[in-house]
């Protein structure tokens, strides 16, 4: 269950790299950067879980 959530996780978060990097230098960088931090922050989560 956690695994399929942590894939998700991180799947999430090579789109929003990949949308990250058409936006570099418009005002909607930092939106994007807030959510590539938020997820790197539950994929951490997620690893901790796994590993308890």
Avoid: Y
Wanted: charged content about 45%.
């Amino acid at each position: 269950m956690s695994d399929k959530r942590l894939e998700l996780a991180k799947n999430k978060l090579e789109d929003l790299e990949a949308k990250l990097e058409k936006v570099k230098g418009t005002p909607r960088e930092e939106e994007f950067q807030m959510q590539i931090d938020k997820i790197n922050e539950l994929i951490a989560h997620l690893e901790n879980e796994l590993d308890e």
